[in-house]
């Protein structure tokens, strides 16, 4: 603990504070204005004052110098959430014709810091952009999805330079490699909608591999909701889902084998609702439906009672007399 003690002191005794640098003598720092009856006054730190008061004055003159490029990197490793920052930043990107190469590494090596701040991703984007260059894109993504394989920012960086660079081919393979390290990565079943809502779209050969493909991993785990989401997402691109081939018959088949899945239940009531609609049904298909929402509401998911039981109560109303029992 000495020794930590001792390192903090010489890293505090190392730093020169703005006001002391013989080269921002010219400089009057500006001062943060919180009014006159300030509630709370947040309690920075001198660095951080020191540094901000600074930045401010630079901000008011418009400076466009190397210090004052210098003075934003200190700025935002002290907040890197600080919009105004990243923004003066660019502004002097572009006026001192910076590399933007060296840039990007920089922000690189700040996102696997702050890999959940807004700001950062965006000053990224906007490098992308500049440079109309996004080779190391995919790879930086999965890097921080490495770290956190739901991260947003991440996946909507992604996506972005799918969709601007035309990256798409591959993305599958990698989507593929996600669910296999963890099938419960609801992110990763996004993606998969979104690449193939924006390729090959949800044609009949499509869906058909995509419905085996998620009973696959419905199979291995039947109380993950993503792949029941992604399965009911992928047929509701269709006018009628309940006449899937097989389908009806891969959830019965597993409800006889006593899998009493919520997600598997209400993916059954959404069938018997589909085909209710239809008007090619009978009297079973909405006893059938009921019985499940009364499984549901008393057994496997009574901490969403009412909803099945208004939900029943709905079904009825629109399909037929009230049910007893």
Sequence with gaps: MAADDDVESSSEEIYVFFKDRPEWKDVVPVQQDDGPHAVVRIAYSERFQDVYDYFRAVLKSNEMSE???????EATELNPANYTVWHYRRELL??????????????????????KNYQVWHHRRVLVEWMNNADKELDFTSLILRLDAKNYHAWSHRQWVIQTFNF????????????????????????????????????????AHEVTYTKGFIQKAPNNESSWNYLKGILSTKD?????PGLEEFCQM?????????????????????KLESAESDAA????????????????????????????????????QEQTG
Excluded at 67 to 72: I, K, P, S
Excluded at 178 to 196: G, K, P, T
Excluded at 254 to 262: G, Q
């Design 94 to 115: 572009k006026a001192l014709n910076k590399d933007l190469a060296a840039e990007l590494e920089y922000i690189s090596e700040v996102i696997q810091d702050h890999p």
């Design 67 to 73: 210090r004052a490029f210098e003075l934003t990197t």
């Design 168 to 207: 798409w081919d591959g993305e599958l393979e990698f989507v593929d490699n996600l669910l296999d390290e963890d099938l419960r990565n609801n992110s990763a079943w996004n993606q998969r909608y979104f690449v193939i809502s924006n390729t090959t779209e949800f044609d009949d050969a499509t869906l």
């Design 254 to 274: 597993m409800y006889n084998k006593n899998i009493k899945s919520p997600y598997l239940l209400a993916f059954m009531i959404d069938l018997c609702e589909d």
């Design 285 to 320: 298909t909405l006893t059938k439906a009921t019985e499940l929402c009364n499984l549901l509401a008393e057994t496997i998911d009574p901490i969403r009672r009412k909803y099945w039981n208004y939900f029943k109560r709905k079904l009825t109303m629109r399909f037929g």
């Design 240 to 244: 009628k889902m309940y006449d899937f």
